[in-house]
């Protein structure tokens, strides 16, 4: 809202996590979260499905990881062989 950006400037939402390694399975713990948390407060179906949709692609924008746990193991041995040669 105008009033939180006026009071405290852009929330900078994405780079206020970028400390935070965020990939796949975080997204979809957080995704679930949020959805168990509309459930017990009783959110009506439809906006439920239009939140959860929001939240996923917030959440997807907010990954500073690629792909599954495995491939972000797979991409950092791979940098590894890759720097190992290097002197």
Same mark, same amino acid.
């Given at each position: 809202?105008?009033?939180?950006?006026?009071?405290?400037?852009?929330?900078?939402?994405?780079?206020?996590? +970028?400390?935070? %390694?965020?990939? $796949? *399975?975080?997204?979809?713990?957080?995704?679930?979260?949020?959805?168990? /948390?509309?459930?017990?407060?009783?959110?009506?179906?439809? +906006?439920?499905? %239009?939140?959860? $949709? *929001?939240?996923?692609?917030?959440?997807?924008?907010?990954?500073?990881? /690629?792909?599954?746990?495995?491939?972000?193991?797979?991409?950092?041995?791979?940098?590894?062989?890759?720097?190992?040669?290097?002197?």
């Amino acid at each position: 809202p105008p009033i939180y950006v006026e009071k405290r400037g852009h929330p900078m939402l994405r780079a206020r996590h +970028l400390p935070f %390694s965020i990939g $796949e *399975a975080e997204r979809d713990q957080w995704v679930a979260c949020m959805i168990v /948390a509309m459930e017990e407060e009783g959110v009506e179906e439809n +906006l439920r499905k %239009s939140l959860t $949709e *929001a939240f996923y692609k917030t959440a997807d924008w907010m990954r500073n990881q /690629a792909g599954s746990p495995a491939e972000q193991m797979l991409a950092k041995l791979d940098a590894e062989s890759k720097g190992q040669g290097k002197t």
